[in-house]
């Protein structure tokens, strides 16, 4: 079905009052630098949807929001006039920058739609931060980017060199997905805030933002924003972290966490399937345990000890997230797996485990396979006697009913996996005296995470990483 013009409209309306709420919820955020936020500012030349007054700079949006969000934005979207007398995307933004020049306007284009990566111009812009600079300056003048770049300033019959002045102030924050996703997004500053998160709480507030532009109300500050709270009856509860892991894939909507970490850039490959294996086997222990730590560091400075947890990451990732965030360092936990919360809250429910145990006689170690979703163990046997590793036995725990893609299937059941795992083995480390564990895991991301959380009052723990085919060391936890 084709949506109409007026539809499509309406639809644009929708998301940039949502956008208006989502930045407004900022405010309200213990570490937030903004002061105020202005809906449809007068004074903002085109880059006026969204205004953030704040330190160090302010920060201007123009949201382009397109139903269909997947034909690309390319550099004859950014030349294009409408007709004779309008100007281009291009233009709107030289021409603002240069209005606002006296207050070193930071102006960010975001769309649901994504950038051409054929582009020459556009495939300068960065992953973290939409930033086309420094890249766009880095080729000759022969170059399809330097013929690129060339166009853009011709089309703004400038220099090159006033182009890239231009934009050092722009970024273009794209492909920023549908309206369901940012509405998950602001339900993630809604629970850091203790407000209700779900759908309908998100649309309350876009509607709010709606009515602020139809009764002309353009600046919102924080203590408005505790009275249409307030009026909306939206206080709900403890405030909830929300911690975003990107270690596969980048996520459009960083800032809506209360902290994050990147690590796409560690991986070797050139998607998130193909991500498995670092570039540098250090980087692990290095680099990103010691990233997962100052993000927890930074979620209880801030005074939260309720976590929710997101993002594209694999299964050492979300164990190692678990027990950063631990039981027994008095953190709550959840994600959402197959559409509910996961929670350390909920009452757990008996998880039979079907045990294992195949002797090696190597050294005295033990090697822990945990096959909920699939059997490994064949595949972990033929790692374990290749890396000639100190295994005194491997053992398997499966579910008594066998693994499989519905072996464990809701939160109750996956609480209940996770404590009867940690205890059995607790109690095989009890009875062989084992000084560390190799781990080994095929279970839902959600349920790695829960066991990593109440993974405590055991040995040093080194955790694999499946690289289909084989395995190769990850984080390495201590006792």
Not at 56 to 82: C, E, F, H, L, N
Not at 226 to 251: F, S, W
Not at 394 to 413: H, K, M, Q
Request: hydrophobic share 45%; with cysteine; proline share 6%.
């Amino acid at each position: 079905m084709v949506t109409s013009a007026s539809g499509a409209r309406i639809q644009g309306d929708d998301y940039q009052h949502l956008f208006s709420w989502y930045q407004a919820l900022r405010l309200l955020l213990p570490d937030s630098h903004a002061a105020m936020v202005i809906v449809e500012a007068a004074d903002a030349g085109f880059v006026d949807d969204v205004v953030v007054r704040g330190h160090p700079r302010d920060a201007y949006y123009q949201v382009k929001y397109s139903v269909d969000g997947r034909t690309p934005i390319d550099s004859a979207w950014w030349t294009a006039k409408p007709s004779e007398r309008k100007r281009s995307p291009l233009e709107k933004f030289w021409w603002s920058w240069n209005e606002l020049s006296d207050r070193r306007p930071a102006m960010t284009l975001l769309t649901n739609r994504p950038l051409d990566v054929n582009d020459p111009v556009l495939a300068c812009a960065s992953g973290r931060d939409g930033r086309l600079m420094p890249r766009l300056a880095r080729r000759g003048p022969r170059s399809r980017l330097g013929i690129g770049r060339r166009s853009w300033a011709d089309h703004l019959k400038i220099s090159e060199q006033e182009l890239l002045d231009m934009l050092e102030d722009v970024s273009i924050l794209h492909g920023q997905g549908p309206f369901i996703h940012l509405i998950q997004m602001t339900s993630d500053l809604h629970r850091a805030l203790g407000l209700a998160h779900d759908e309908n709480a998100a649309l309350a507030g876009a509607g709010a933002a709606r009515r602020w532009v139809a009764e002309g109300r353009r600046e919102v500050d924080r203590a408005a924003m505790l009275d249409e709270i307030a009026r909306l009856d939206l206080q709900a509860g403890t405030p909830q972290a929300t911690l975003l892991i990107q270690e596969i894939n980048h996520d459009p909507w960083p800032d809506s966490a209360t902290a994050a970490v990147d690590w796409v850039d560690l991986f070797e490959g050139i998607e998130p399937r193909a991500r498995r294996q670092t570039r540098d086997p250090r980087a692990w222990n290095e680099q990103m345990r010691p990233d997962l730590q100052r993000a927890v560091a930074e979620i209880r400075a801030l005074g939260y000890s309720d976590v929710m947890v997101r993002g594209a990451l694999r299964l050492p990732s979300w164990f190692a997230a678990g027990a950063e965030l631990a039981d027994a360092a008095g953190f709550r936990v959840g994600c959402a797996q197959r559409g509910e919360i996961w929670s350390s809250d909920v009452d757990p429910s008996p998880s039979p485990l079907a045990v294992e145990v195949m002797e090696l006689g190597i050294g005295s170690d033990l090697a822990i396979g945990i096959s909920a979703t699939t059997s490994i163990a064949d595949d972990v046997l033929e790692h374990l006697r290749g890396a000639v590793l100190p295994v005194k036995a491997y053992i398997d725990l499966a579910p008594e009913r066998g693994p499989g893609d519905r072996a464990i299937v809701n939160a109750s059941a996956a609480r209940g996996w996770a404590v009867e795992v940690r205890n059995t083995v607790r109690e095989m480390v009890r009875s062989t005296g084992a000084a560390r564990i190799h781990l080994f895991i095929s279970s839902p991301g959600g349920a790695a995470f829960l066991l990593g959380h109440l993974w405590n009052r055991l040995p040093t723990t080194q955790i694999y990483a499946d690289m289909s085919p084989g395995y190769a060391p990850a984080y390495l936890l201590p006792a």
